[in-house]
DNA sequence: TTGTAGGCGTTATCAA
DNA sequence: TTGATAACGCCTACAA
């Protein structure tokens, strides 16, 4: 019946209760801020719990009202810098509303997502919130058994416990797609993230649509899909450009399309002169490679608030809460496609407007006001 | 008595048991792969499980046990790619030890830093693992009541549950400067990260040693000391640049570094040839700017592997942990210094070797006999 | 090998 | 306003 000896019993709040000559019920009140405390009480317990150095065990209290103030936040890496800054976006709202996350990266395996979803599920986290996850509805609806809300970037599941954030993915791949066949390419690949993840496909969408449009044949040898990393997309291009050599690269992200990058440098192919290279996200890496990465914009923070605030009005469950929200993307024209050189001045510009995505400097709520509302749209260096 | 009639009573154990027709004590068993339980047994409690779409509360066998299998893992900013690196190390060992992942932001933030210690703490997670956290041990102590384990880096906190982490920073930014020195600049200026980080002041004392070692008088105005931003750095050497005039600039990480770079591209100096710079930690973007950025790296993965090896050692309580373990660092000569002028083909090495750090695409145990265990050592790009 | 009887530390339901 | 008492769902002695 002892516990393990070596360990000291825990102080309960019973014994807080003792301590301070009241109940139970009294202390557990005065932790939880009930109104209807005397003040006169509330400080006698509150001397009692700093003299015995008793800490709330949030799991008892959890198991009792059955919730844990607990999130499962499910990326697939966290490494990729999308990543963290959307977890970033999460955490500084989910923090603020008193819940703490669960990191859980599925390394792009399938296997490894419903494992986490099913400890998530057991751990009773109140909510789920999903990016870039693989898009099987019955895994999700199975693993979470219909119980946990959810918000799910990209997601085919629907449900009435599911919020899903569409990324307008088709429309920034076409704008992307477009914008090379005005600059007059003609053989247009793509390197495509997997298939697994929606988002890959609606890029892939978009960027079929953009050349069907445009009246070009879709050449099913010009795409090749693959992890969306910097290696994937190195030996991607390495064989696209050494097979058929096509003037421009569309790309599911913009770590693809830095692998490609490196791939050019390695056969000797000049950028944007040779080939031209569009990218996705517009993470902090764009800004920083030569010459300057043109790519479609998504507000990864943002959407990480977004998604969480969501979440959060689901878990009040006093409001409506929409089933699918569409968040934007817009087109930023720089220098990997070849639209313009780039002087030093416009890049200098560039480089100091990505300063601003240190969110260390930044004073806790000033991004408050810049969630996201706008429509896809198309933005040069210079405005 | 009845819960909120609104949600269906969830299914217990007991349920479980009562469906298999056998004690809650068995089910128990069969979850926790006890061995002695019959196959039969074990196959008709199965099928109940499945067939009441039980799930097991890890809420209340935590409580029960006092163990939550769950690690807090605190550090300054997800969005910071050294941080991005070093949980991704945590989490590929935690997850396989069957533990989840608190992940907590502190923002710089020692009010923060402290409140999520308290709600840990209260979480009752099983280790806390600490990245750039700040150093005040009487914090550490007090927060976590002496009671759970700690492996934390560069923290001066000494107490018989904690194991520190002890990254170079002394000899790696004395070789740094003494590269510089060695490349004949005089007037060496350190962007200094936050007094607060431990690691800020061991990277400033090396600085300092090594220009003592060298018969270069300290002189403080060509030191400031900031958030370790891109914004940091750009506007300390904004300052910097403009007042003295340095020949060179070491700076506290690669994101001050490279803040750096954007400075003098602003007031129209040259780097290498203006201003050397030499950067710390080797994150991705280091190879990503041009000039390269010389640096000195920190294996930041490899890092997170061990410290979380480390804890899970503590944690299973059988064998003596070490209670400090050092981090070797190594200089990686680039282009950002002078030293050399890179070839176009030594630049496409350094991208090519980039490309390994996609985590993603490695397969999960590859990079298993990496471990840390070398000494601080000297590469160039051609070794 | 399996069953029984608490108790882990809270909060909720009453009544006082 | 506060106090007793019963859950919350599981695990661990111990007995069978």
Redesign the interface.
């Known amino acids: 019946m002892q516990?393990n000896p070596r360990?000291k019993k825990r102080v309960t709040l019973r014994d807080v209760a003792k301590h301070a000559g009241v109940s139970p019920k009294t202390v557990s009140n005065v932790l939880n801020d009930w109104p209807y405390v005397s003040d006169e009480t509330r400080r006698r317990v509150q001397a009692s719990i700093d003299a015995l150095?008793y800490?709330?065990?949030?799991?008892?209290a959890?198991?009792r009202t059955?919730r844990?103030k607990t999130i499962g936040?499910v990326i697939?890496?966290?490494?990729?810098?999308f990543f963290?800054?959307v977890?970033?976006g999460c955490?500084?709202v989910l923090?603020n509303a008193g819940y703490?996350?669960?990191?859980?990266?599925t390394?792009?395996d399938a296997a490894?997502e419903r494992t986490y979803l099913d400890?998530?599920?057991?751990?009773?986290v109140d909510g789920l919130l999903l990016f870039g996850a693989h898009p099987s509805s019955e895994e999700l609806t199975a693993a979470v058994?219909g119980e946990i809300p959810i918000v799910a970037e990209d997601s085919p599941a629907e449900s009435d416990n599911t919020t899903v954030i569409d990324i307008d993915n088709s429309a920034g791949a076409a704008m992307a797609v477009r914008h090379l066949l005005d600059l007059g390419h003609k053989r247009i690949a793509h390197l495509g993230g997997p298939s697994e993840r929606a988002a890959a496909n609606g890029r892939h969408e978009g960027y079929q649509q953009a050349l069907e449009a445009a009246g070009v044949d879709y050449d099913p040898a010009l795409v090749i899909r693959c992890?969306?990393?910097?290696?994937?997309g190195?030996h991607a291009a390495l064989q696209l450009l050494g097979d058929e050599q096509p003037a421009a690269l569309f790309c599911y992200n913009d770590?693809m399309a830095?692998?490609a990058m490196?791939a050019c440098?390695?056969l000797g192919l000049e950028i944007p002169d040779d080939v031209a290279i569009v990218g996705f996200d517009d993470i902090?890496?764009a800004s920083?490679?030569?010459p300057i990465l043109t790519t479609v914009r998504v507000q990864q923070y943002e959407m990480g608030r977004l998604a969480s605030e969501l979440l959060l009005k689901r878990l009040g469950d006093d409001e409506e809460v929409p089933g699918r929200v569409k968040v934007p993307v817009e087109l930023i024209v720089r220098g990997s496609c070849g639209a313009k050189r780039m002087s030093?001045r416009q890049?200098?510009l560039i480089?100091?407007r990505?300063?601003?995505?240190?969110?260390?400097?930044l004073a806790?709520c000033e991004s408050d006001e810049s969630h996201i509302a706008s429509q896809a749209s198309c933005v040069t260096p210079d405005s």
């Open positions: 516990r360990r150095g800490r709330q065990s949030i799991l008892a959890s198991l059955g844990t936040v697939p890496d966290i490494t990729n810098p963290g800054q977890v970033r955490e500084d923090y703490s996350i669960f990191l859980c990266n390394n792009e490894k400890i998530l599920a057991n751990r009773r058994h992890k969306p990393t910097m290696r994937g190195y770590l830095i692998g490196v440098r390695r902090a890496m920083l490679v030569t030093s890049v200098s480089l100091e990505l300063l601003d995505s240190d969110l260390v400097d806790p």
